[in-house]
């Protein structure tokens, strides 16, 4: 039997095959996997919470400010901390979804960071594309290799209207510094400086509504511009290990928390990058680990 790293022996559903794909490339495709229902709700559901009919609490909502002239579906472009909603969670607290992440995280789960993203068209292009990055630059928590994305199409997702790319294998690579790529400023929209997306070898992750993909908080990926007529909707949520411990932060990852500590200060919330994470974190299946205990104050 081969000797993974990158997934748990025991764990999950994947095959041998499926498994030694993830431990080679960093990320693998389920086809036709997410319940189409739920999709159509989901959608629903953001446009609820953009149009204000529903509470948002503590979820965040991004628009592009390049189109001014526009107003809701038209103009955000995403909401994240959607995992206390009572709709949105459905996707977090998926048993298919659950069943192939424990594969990468092992049987106890935290959901730990949760996006909505729309892509409207006719916006600027530096808006609506993320330049080459790694997620595991938001994460203040380890091990890696116990951290997988979902993220699932709600609409069909192409290279025309700015789909994900991943560059396979680099979740075996270094991690790189982020920060803004130069002219560029959406916010926390950090990126890998040093590296231009023309010279990766890309591929092109091309979803149809209901599929799938999972992968590594290391593999470098992006997004291109919108360039069609039409939106592009994907849900994606990472999840961990609840053994994760959290770890310290040293340069452009500390800066990061000092930039997300500030933003939420204005909105009346004073706590510390980690405890943040913690607090918008949700557990989904086994007990409560390291990685859901604040320290003790006594």
Known sequence: ??????????????????RQFYEDNGYIVFKNYVNHDFLDRAKARFIEIIEGRVKKGFMVILKDF???????????????????????FDYANNRRLLDVVETFTGPNITAVHSMLINKPPQGDPQFSYHHVHQDLHFFPFRPSERIV?????????????????????????????????????FKFYHGIYQ???DDLPKTYIR?????????????LHGSGANL????RKVICCHFASSNCKMVKLEGTQAILAKEVEALFAKRGV?????????????????????????????
């Open 195 to 197: 590296l231009n997306p």
């Open 1 to 18: 039997m081969a000797d993974f790293t990158y997934t748990v022996p025991g764990s999950g559903v994947l095959s041998q095959e499926q």
């Open 228 to 231: 069609s007529t039409g939106f």
């Open 270 to 298: 004073t706590l510390e990058y980690f405890d943040l994470w913690r607090a918008k974190s949700r557990l989904v299946q086994g007990p409560v680990g390291e990685l859901q205990r604040f320290p003790s104050q006594l």
């Open 207 to 219: 979803l149809e509504k209901g599929d799938v993909i999972f992968f590594h908080p290391l593999i």
């Open 66 to 88: 390049s189109l001014t002239n526009k107003e809701g579906e038209e103009r955000v472009t995403k909401i994240q901390d959607w995992l206390y909603d009572d709709v949105l």
């Open 149 to 185: 994305a979902a993220l699932t199409a709600i609409e069909p997702m192409t290279p025309e209207n700015g789909c994900l790319y991943v560059v396979p294998g680099t979740h075996k690579g270094q991690f790189y510094p982020h920060t803004y790529p130069e002219g560029f400023r």
